[in-house]
């Protein structure tokens, strides 16, 4: 009786599966082949040299050559990293795993942005193929250390927040990150401690040029329904007169300060509302 042959590709392999009509019998046939361990990297500016793992399975007592090329994207070749090995080949004598390191050079004091490039895996010879679902490009970033508002980025705790109708939010953790088309913006997250992660919009927040002072301008959705973040003109709701911009006080590289009130709110009314004069710091 003929045998009927089954190609099928299993995850992390390709296997042939030799499927018997009379005895219903299969038969697994493992082939070598290579992949990168990963899909996306970062490193920091001054971190050194990045190492990406490329791993080739099912090569018992085989050998083969991996090809790779690294791709410039926003990043430079030369002036912002080099590569190893700088013939953009991998061999393998069996099972093992061969690295493909990205030195990078550190511009300290030069703001360039983040930067990227791309690794990608580009041939094979040998004994050593592509799987069907292996991983064959990396996207790699470069984390630029230079940022102008680079002490004011991160994440920060609040030292004491108290909110109107008696909630104790200290402790609470907001997130300032760069804004990507303004160096003298940021982008605040977790602003708001009632809502949480319901309010997933970035807010942005606009830096004096002393660097001391963010301002955040009311009327920003918070992303939760149709609410939106409002200001006061006092750190105390009850004595403020008038709304406001949303301020916060760069004190120093450890310390920030709310300075005024602010809420969440709708047309339907106040969803929280956070006292003034809140000291955060840095983590």
């Known amino acids: 009786m003929d045998m009927k042959t089954i190609t099928k590709i299993l995850i992390g392999a390709t296997a042939i599966i030799a499927l018997a009509s009379c005895d219903r ?36 007592a085989k050998s083969g050559s991996v090809t790779f090329a690294v791709t410039p994207n926003t990043a430079k070749e030369g002036e ?10 991998l061999n393998f004598n069996g099972n093992g795993t061969q690295n493909i390191s990205i030195n990078v050079k550190n511009l300290e004091g030069v703001f360039s942005g983040d930067l990227t490039l791309t690794v990608s895996l580009t041939g094979t010879s040998g004994d050593v193929e592509f799987g069907g679902l292996s991983t064959r490009t990396a996207r790699v970033t470069i984390k630029d250390l230079d940022h102008p508002l680079a002490a004011i980025l991160g994440k920060w705790k609040a030292k004491a927040l108290y909110g109107y109708w008696g909630d104790d939010y200290s402790g609470h953790v907001i997130n300032i990150a760069a804004d990507e088309k303004d160096v003298t913006k940021v982008v605040f997250t977790n602003l708001d401690p009632y809502l949480g992660s319901s309010a997933n919009k970035g807010i942005s927040g606009q830096v004096n040029d002393e660097k001391t002072l963010i301002t955040i301008a009311s009327g920003q959705a918070t992303g939760y329904q149709s609410t939106y973040f409002q200001g006061f003109n006092n750190a105390d ?18 310390t920030i300060r709310l300075v005024n009130a602010y809420g969440s709110r709708s047309s339907s009314g106040w969803y929280e509302l956070l006292y003034g004069d809140a000291i955060f710091e840095k983590q």
């Open 80 to 89: 912002n990293y080099t590569f190893e090995p700088s013939n953009g080949v």
């Open 25 to 60: 019998k299969a038969e697994y046939k493992l082939y070598p082949f290579a992949k990168i361990d990963g899909s996306s990297y970062t490193i920091a500016e001054n971190g050194g040299t990045l190492t990406i793992p490329v791993t080739a399975y099912n090569m018992d």
């Open 237 to 254: 709701p009850d004595v403020a007169d008038d709304y406001d911009d949303i301020y916060f006080e760069v004190i120093d590289a450890k």
